[in-house]
């Protein structure tokens, strides 16, 4: 998404803009406009490069489960690793959130795009929040990864069952 957000908030502006021809219809235009907006508020922004650093883990993650031969050990490992990945997220900014946070620090914009309301915040309770719902799943596989009767299907639900979680605290 950051490779295009440029485009992408341009692309919006665009299409709010009243003089844009031929002219949208209203729904699209109040679209558009909430997107740009969307897209353009400080603290949302920061929230989804945040979300892009916790994804890239659990990406990470579901690569390994998707191997065709995965033992049990090397599910549980890359669940303990995934897990500390995380947990170092509530603390301390990944690769993209720094990229925003500094960014925004020297110019309060980001790739060019001025954001508005920026404000001092690293999102700590919300960071805490989803890696906290999502570590919680993930220490109960690492727990299941002891049964006898812990399968390949099992491991592959982690994935989406992470999403999922992870998805509705963003949203919740």
């Known amino acids: ?15 709010a803009s ?4 031929p002219k949208p219809t209203a729904a699209v235009v109040g679209r558009a406009k909430k997107m740009a907006k969307y897209l353009t508020n400080y603290e949302d922004l920061l929230f989804m490069a ?19 031969c995965v033992s049990v050990d090397e599910a549980r490992e890359a669940l ?7 947990e170092e997220l509530k603390t301390t900014p990944g690769q993209a959130m720094t990229e925003v946070l500094t960014s925004a620090a020297q110019t309060d914009s980001f790739r060019q795009i001025q954001l508005k ?3 001092p915040t690293t999102l ?5 929040k989803v890696i906290g719902k999502s570590n919680t799943i993930l220490r109960q596989h690492i727990l299941q990864c002891n049964d006898s ?20 605290v963003a949203v919740g």
Do not use: W
Not at 80 to 86: A, G, K, R, S
């Open 18 to 21: 009243p003089e844009r021809r």
């Open 80 to 86: 303990f690793t995934c897990l500390l990945n995380l």
């Open 149 to 168: 009767q812990y399968s390949k299907t099992s491991i592959l639900s982690t994935r989406l069952i992470m999403l999922i979680v992870i998805f509705r």
């Open 50 to 68: 945040f979300m892009l650093d916790a994804l890239e883990h659990l990406s990470y993650l579901s690569l390994t489960f998707q191997k065709d």
């Open 1 to 15: 998404m950051f490779s295009g957000y440029r485009v992408l908030v341009t692309h919006f502006e665009d299409l």
């Open 117 to 119: 309301n920026v404000t």
């Open 124 to 128: 700590a309770e919300k960071r805490k």
